[in-house]
């Protein structure tokens, strides 16, 4: 013992004591490492966790744009062609009433070239129209009216397709006054 009183001795016990206090010391920290360690796994543990989430609302959210973007097409789609409907509608109402006011206008004597310009109709169809409803031209003598009847027309057809089919009898179309007309 007597020998741990000399200064060697006592530098020992000293570099002994300090050897277990930095013992003591380096496992303290040695468990708040471990804890850190611990708690950053379990951090990126829960950021995984999210990742995956994440993803999987990406993917959701993918399938929805997509699905979206299949709808909008659809509906664009469907918008040209109703525009071009509509387009066609409004062609056909402005040609009904382009051609009832060339009706119109050719029964109150108003001149083919006049409604062909008014109207905007072809003057070929002009002329049809104002031969079919135009001012009645009255034969002076008879009181008749000259032009065409739809069903002079059609008693036309009536008589004359037997007839060109090699029928032997004589076709005799009827005679319209103007009240009839």
Do not use: W
Request: glycine share 8%; charged share 25%; net charge negative.
């Amino acid at each position: 013992m007597l020998e741990l009183a000399s200064p060697i001795g006592v530098l020992i016990i000293l570099v002994l004591l300090s050897a277990v206090g930095f013992s003591l010391l380096l496992l303290n920290k040695l468990g708040s490492v471990s804890r850190q360690v611990v708690d950053l796994e379990a951090y990126l543990h829960n950021l995984e966790k999210q990742a995956d989430h994440n993803s999987g609302v990406l993917f959701r959210v993918a399938d929805t744009t997509e699905q979206l973007r299949l709808a909008n097409e659809e509906s664009v789609a469907t918008l040209d062609s109703l525009r071009r409907e509509i387009g066609h509608l409004s062609d056909d109402v402005r040609g009904e009433l382009g051609t009832s006011r060339a009706i119109e206008m050719a029964r109150s004597g108003v001149s083919k070239e006049d409604i062909a310009a008014k109207t905007g109709i072809p003057i070929q169809e002009v002329e049809a129209i104002v031969t079919f409803h135009g001012k009645s031209k009255k034969n002076n003598r008879s009181g008749f009216r000259i032009g065409l009847h739809p069903e002079i027309c059609f008693g036309a057809l009536k008589f004359a397709i037997p007839v060109a089919l090699g029928a032997s009898y004589e076709a005799r179309l009827p005679v319209y006054t103007d009240d009839q007309v």
